[in-house]
Nanobody, 115 residues
Framework: QVQLVESGGGLVQPGGSLRLSCAAS????????MSWVRQAPGKGREWVSS????????YYADSVKGRFTISRDNAKNTLYLQMNDLKSEDTAVYYC????????WGQGTQVTVSS
């Protein structure tokens, strides 16, 4: 079955950086448009970024544009999210998914931005 395992989260100070990874299995990863979404405490899921199956096109929410970079390595079945200049409002659990509306979701990785 589909398995998505996110990692790379942690506690970082404002202005810092983190790189999230998502190891995918159980489906043809290289054929799928993939996305990152996040859920802040007490809020619903928010779409963050998406990437075409071949990596040729990327899309970002306005709130992260210019600070986050999505990428993928189809040979490793892995999705990445490089996050720079982190802000307190980026604090959330981050999930990767092949369908940002329907899931499925992994367990997520917690990102906390705080001084």
């Amino acid at each position: 079955q589909v398995q998505l395992v996110e990692s790379g989260g942690g506690l970082v100070q404002p202005g810092g950086s983190l790189r999230l990874s998502c190891a995918a299995s159980g489906f043809a990863f290289s054929s799928y448009y993939m996305s990152w979404v996040r859920q802040a405490p007490g809020k619903g899921r928010e779409w963050v970024s998406s990437i075409f199956s071949d990596g040729s096109n990327t899309y970002y929410a306005d709130s992260v544009k210019g600070r986050f970079t999505i990428s993928r390595d189809n040979a490793k079945n892995t999705l990445y999210l490089q996050m720079n200049d982190l802000k307190s409002e980026d604090t959330a659990v981050y999930y990767c998914t092949k369908d940002p509306d329907k899931g499925p979701w992994g367990q997520g990785t917690q990102v906390t931005v705080s001084s």
